[in-house]
């Protein structure tokens, strides 16, 4: 896979509920040209299944085997980011076009 331009991060812990919504907010962005990595942070309410049902290459999941927390997770998207830049956007935000 070529270099995104951007990598869209979205932690995630126990967002089974909003999750869809926020990643169909962005892949139904007009900019194309980016990853979206999901940090499933141990949530145990069916949120990595949520990630997993989407069949869109950009889209990568990682999981932290117990709840680590927002600064642990945020800090692990340092080691597996492709992206040029960076955007955040929680896991029960929308992404405005």
Do not use: C, H
């Amino acid at each position: 896979m070529k270099q995104p331009k951007i990598t869209v991060f979205m932690a995630a812990y126990n967002q089974a509920k909003f999750i869809k919504q926020s990643i169909n907010s962005i892949i139904n962005q007009s900019f194309s040209d980016f990853e979206l990595i999901v940090v499933n942070d141990g949530s145990t309410d069916g949120t990595a299944d949520m990630v997993k049902s989407f069949d869109d290459q950009r889209i990568r999941l990682v999981n932290n085997e117990v709840n680590k927390g927002l600064i642990f997770t945020r800090n692990r998207l340092l080691d597996i980011v492709r992206g040029k830049y960076i955007a955040i956007l929680d896991a029960d935000d929308i992404a405005y076009p």
